[in-house]
């Protein structure tokens, strides 16, 4: 029952592991055309002081 329990949890962790997906954030200057599949952009530098949109998504 052990090893069960055990392969389980395995098997969670690495689950777990490899559906994450990471994200990149980029200051607002950079080109779209280079921005990797899941980044986005925000408004690191806090340019866009009085606008209500800081931070715009990137999907491949």
Known sequence: M???????????????????????????????????ANSYFKDLSNEMEDESVDVILIKH
Not at 8 to 36: D, E, H, M, R, W
Request: net charge positive.
């Open 2 to 36: 052990r090893s069960k329990l055990v392969i389980l949890g395995l098997f969670v962790c690495l689950f777990v592991v490899f559906s994450c997906k990471a994200q990149q954030i980029l200051p607002l200057n950079t080109s779209a055309f280079g921005a990797v």
